[in-house]
């Protein structure tokens, strides 16, 4: 079975700084990796995947994870936080050779940039 | 990416009453699942719903409680029934596009049981 963990609850970072919110995963087959982004009263919008190829992924609003699979890692970052980009960020993941497990969801960290 | 609308965006009903939360989707998707989250907290599969066939609950949940229906490829129902304080919630419908892999959510419904 598949499992998510996200370290941190909360992250903060102060505008203009690099932010980094953590995720590492356990998964039986080869891991499809996702993160998505919650603001308030929303749903989840999908920010980037890795399936495939390489490691280093780029997504929406200026997002990017790497994936590594000797730390089974899928950090998410960004070069320069914005304000904007406060909001509740998860990751997922699913076993990509075994279509019948399900999307697991890690408990999410918040993210909360500073001005 | 597929665009997802629910109905309602948010509710209060009265304990023992029903709720029919509606998801439409503007592509056919083979697959549909139905979450269930608490504000500021990770998100509880319910069940999924494919098309053609009977949907497949998790573990903790059960028909009779939240009967789902998916009528056809871009549409879909979940109800929560004989509706209890315990079930004050977000729900939230996603589908799974079928060429990438990825899942893409609803807006959301906030239900509140008084």
């Known amino acids: 079975a598949q499992s998510v963990a996200q370290p941190e609850d909360q992250v903060n970072v102060a505008e203009g700084n690099p932010l980094t919110v953590k995720c590492t995963y356990s998964v039986s087959g080869n891991p499809y990796l996702f993160w998505y982004v919650q603001y308030p009263n929303r749903g989840l919008q999908f920010l980037l995947k890795y399936i495939t190829g390489d490691n280093l992924v780029k997504g929406s609003y200026g997002f990017e994870a790497e994936f590594n699979k000797s730390q089974t890692s899928f950090h998410l970052k960004k070069p320069s936080a914005l304000v904007s980009d406060s909001a509740l960020y998860f990751c997922a993941v699913r076993d990509g050779v075994d279509y019948g497990q399900n999307f697991v969801f890690g408990p999410g960290t918040r993210l909360s940039v500073l001005p | 990416s597929a665009v997802i609308s629910q109905k309602p965006s948010r509710d209060i009903c009265q304990r023992g009453t029903s709720l029919t939360i509606q998801c439409q989707v503007d592509s056919q998707v083979t697959m549909m699942f139905w979450y269930r989250q608490q504000p500021g907290q990770s998100l509880t599969l319910i069940a999924t719903a494919n098309q053609g066939s009977e949907a497949t609950y998790e573990s903790g949940f059960v028909i009779d409680k939240f009967p789902i229906s998916r009528p056809n490829l871009t549409f879909s129902t979940l109800t929560v029934s004989n509706m209890s304080p315990e079930d004050s919630s977000i729900y939230l419908c996603?589908?799974?596009?079928?060429?990438?892999?990825?899942?893409?959510f609803g807006p959301g419904t906030r239900l509140t049981v008084l």
């Open positions: 996603s589908v799974e596009e079928d060429s990438t892999d990825t899942q893409y």
